[in-house]
């Protein structure tokens, strides 16, 4: 039988495609590099743009018979001030600055800030960050349609620069009309996550799945210090989540990044979500044929944290060497996971079982697989959650997700250790043994007389009835 290509890593990589990427030739050189996920941007790009992107996966999908996933990044709320008379601005710290609702062009003096919410929810004390974070403000007076400010850090301003606000939850949904009409446009065109941006509350998520209405998973994008603080209700709401730490940086200090960064993997881990982290990875390649030896680190240190999957933004999307960026991003990934040291960190992190019974099961098809040396666990899944839960154990023998849904095996792309495949429907515990047994050959995982371990939920066809578990051997 000839052998079908896999991954020798455990660790995802998701590429954002865009001007430099978009190509049949190159996304099919980024796959073949090592990205298991693409990502298409909403915040650039035309419908028209992102719809061939899409049939451009679909078609190396079918090339090279192996599911891709795709994630639909969403922009979010945009909060911007306006415009300038002559363009930009230089402001000094311990100035005043006004910022107001009146259209009218600013100078150094004042400028529009076209957001009543902001207005309204303002408090004396509070900062402001613009440009990311280059320059900060702090609230002195307020009116309803105005903010008087001390410059704290000054600079450069120019028009249309972002605004951040870390101090108050906004009253602004996650999702604006843009966003809605994007995912209008995408959804019937067959994507497996939604990247939702500006989450702040678990309601966020929720208006986001209620739109989804299951045409594809919710990715919750942790970006604002007002997301951290409700963690564990937008855990329990979102399909996967992302590590967003180019706002999160804004928003937070520098210092507690990291700190987040691992309370999230933690977290998410804990509850058995795919976890991503993102943002400025491997960015001195978007001009270098070649990382820093600092962002080397940074993508092993999520992999040591036990991420699903790491992200390329700009790297794989407009940067000079997208595929050479994926190819490195596969290259650490791959040394760091032979490491002793990352097993032992993985093995350590490793969760508790919850107390039900496809926890159970999962959890001991972990141990008998490692107690026998078996090639793989085969983990016959109809909605996805009998593979999440296998890999959530992050086993030390790959974990095959056999599923007759692709859609499902297309979101098991972005999890951690699973080589998803669209397999038959099967009926009984029979067939589904002699379908696992058969597609671990295939798939080049096991030969005739080694052993894989087989979980499935009977009666077949059933979502959430993981309760069986059977050692066969080829």
Same mark, same amino acid.
């Given at each position: 039988?000839?052998?079908?290509?896999?991954?020798?890593?455990?660790?995802?990589?998701?590429?954002t495609?865009?001007?430099?990427?978009?190509?049949?030739e190159?996304?099919?050189?980024?796959?073949?590099?090592?990205? +298991?996920?693409?990502?298409?941007?909403?915040?650039?790009?035309?419908?028209?743009?992102?719809?061939?992107?899409?049939?451009?996966?679909?078609?190396?999908?079918?090339?090279?018979?192996?599911?891709?996933?795709? %994630?639909?990044?969403?922009? /979010?709320?945009? &909060?911007?001030?306006?415009?300038?008379?002559? /363009?930009?601005?230089?402001?000094?710290?311990?100035?005043?600055?006004? %910022?107001?609702?009146?259209?009218?062009?600013?100078?150094? !003096?004042?400028?529009?800030?076209?957001?009543?919410?902001?207005?309204?929810?303002?408090?004396?004390?509070?900062?402001?960050?613009?440009? $990311?974070?280059? &320059?900060? =403000?702090?609230?002195?007076?307020? !009116?309803?349609?105005?903010?008087?400010?001390?410059?704290?850090?000054?600079?450069?301003?120019? $028009?249309?620069?972002?605004?951040?606000?870390?101090d108050?939850?906004?009253?602004?949904?996650?999702?604006?009309?843009? +966003?809605?009409?994007?995912?209008?446009?995408?959804?019937? =065109?067959?994507?497996?996550?939604?990247?939702?941006?500006f989450?702040?509350?678990?309601?966020?998520?929720?208006?986001?799945?209620?739109?989804?209405?299951?045409?594809?998973?919710?990715?919750?994008?942790?970006?604002?210090?007002?997301?951290?603080?409700?963690?564990?209700?937008?855990?329990?709401?979102?399909?996967?989540?992302?590590?967003?730490?180019?706002?999160?940086?804004?928003?937070?200090?520098?210092?507690?990044?990291?700190?987040?960064?691992? !309370?999230?993997?933690?977290?998410?881990?804990?509850?058995?979500?795919?976890?991503?982290?993102? #943002?400025?990875?491997?960015?001195?390649?978007?001009?270098?044929?070649?990382?820093?030896?600092?962002?080397?680190?940074?993508?092993?240190?999520?992999?040591?944290? /036990?991420?699903?999957?790491?992200?390329?933004?700009?790297?794989?999307?407009?940067?000079?060497?997208?595929?050479?960026?994926?190819?490195?991003m596969?290259?650490?990934?791959?040394?760091?996971?032979? +490491?002793? $040291?990352?097993?032992?960190?993985? $093995?350590?992190?490793?969760?508790?079982?919850?107390?039900?019974?496809?926890?159970?099961?999962?959890?001991?098809?972990?141990?008998?697989?490692?107690?026998?040396g078996?090639?793989?666990?085969?983990?016959?899944?109809?909605?996805?959650? #009998?593979?999440?839960?296998?890999?959530?154990?992050?086993? +030390?023998?790959?974990?095959?997700?056999?599923t007759?849904n692709?859609?499902?095996?297309?979101?098991l792309?972005?999890?951690?250790?699973?080589?998803?495949?669209?397999?038959?429907?099967?009926?009984?515990?029979?067939?589904?043994?002699?379908?696992?047994?058969?597609i671990?050959?295939i798939?080049?995982?096991?030969?005739?007389?080694?052993?894989?371990?087989?979980?499935?939920?009977?009666?077949?066809?059933?979502? /959430?009835?993981?309760?069986? =578990?059977?050692v066969?051997? &080829?």
């Amino acid at each position: 039988m000839t052998e079908r290509m896999r991954r020798h890593r455990r660790t995802k990589i998701i590429a954002t495609l865009g001007p430099a990427s978009s190509t049949p030739e190159m996304i099919l050189q980024l796959f073949q590099a090592g990205a +298991d996920v693409f990502r298409l941007n909403f915040s650039h790009g035309a419908h028209a743009d992102h719809a061939a992107r899409i049939e451009m996966i679909r078609a190396v999908e079918r090339k090279t018979g192996r599911p891709i996933g795709i %994630l639909a990044d969403v922009q /979010g709320p945009k &909060l911007r001030v306006g415009t300038f008379q002559s /363009g930009r601005v230089q402001l000094q710290a311990g100035q005043t600055f006004t %910022l107001d609702m009146n259209p009218a062009p600013g100078d150094t !003096r004042r400028v529009c800030l076209p957001h009543p919410e902001i207005m309204a929810t303002a408090e004396i004390g509070m900062t402001l960050l613009l440009d $990311d974070g280059k &320059l900060r =403000l702090r609230v002195l007076r307020k !009116r309803e349609d105005q903010l008087l400010t001390e410059i704290l850090n000054g600079g450069m301003l120019s $028009d249309h620069k972002g605004v951040n606000i870390p101090d108050v939850v906004l009253p602004i949904p996650a999702l604006t009309e843009k +966003d809605r009409a994007d995912l209008a446009f995408v959804l019937p =065109l067959g994507i497996d996550y939604i990247g939702l941006s500006f989450v702040q509350r678990p309601e966020d998520v929720a208006e986001a799945k209620a739109l989804a209405a299951g045409r594809a998973a919710v990715m919750a994008k942790l970006e604002k210090p007002q997301a951290l603080d409700n963690l564990d209700a937008i855990l329990a709401l979102a399909d996967a989540v992302m590590v967003a730490r180019g706002d999160l940086g804004v928003e937070l200090p520098p210092e507690e990044v990291p700190i987040a960064q691992k !309370r999230i993997i933690r977290a998410a881990q804990q509850r058995g979500k795919p976890v991503v982290v993102a #943002t400025q990875m491997l960015e001195s390649m978007i001009s270098a044929p070649a990382p820093t030896r600092a962002e080397a680190s940074d993508v092993a240190t999520a992999v040591f944290d /036990g991420a699903d999957a790491v992200m390329l933004s700009a790297e794989s999307a407009a940067g000079q060497y997208p595929r050479e960026a994926v190819n490195m991003m596969d290259r650490i990934i791959t040394r760091v996971e032979r +490491d002793e $040291d990352w097993r032992r960190e993985i $093995d350590a992190k490793r969760p508790a079982p919850e107390k039900s019974s496809p926890d159970a099961i999962a959890a001991a098809a972990v141990q008998v697989a490692h107690t026998i040396g078996a090639k793989a666990i085969a983990a016959l899944t109809e909605s996805g959650a #009998t593979a999440l839960r296998v890999a959530r154990e992050k086993p +030390d023998c790959p974990v095959l997700g056999l599923t007759a849904n692709i859609g499902v095996a297309r979101r098991l792309a972005a999890v951690w250790g699973v080589h998803a495949v669209q397999a038959e429907i099967v009926h009984s515990m029979t067939q589904a043994i002699d379908n696992a047994k058969k597609i671990a050959q295939i798939e080049g995982f096991a030969v005739k007389g080694e052993e894989i371990v087989v979980v499935a939920g009977v009666p077949f066809g059933q979502m /959430g009835t993981t309760n069986t =578990l059977r050692v066969t051997r &080829l």
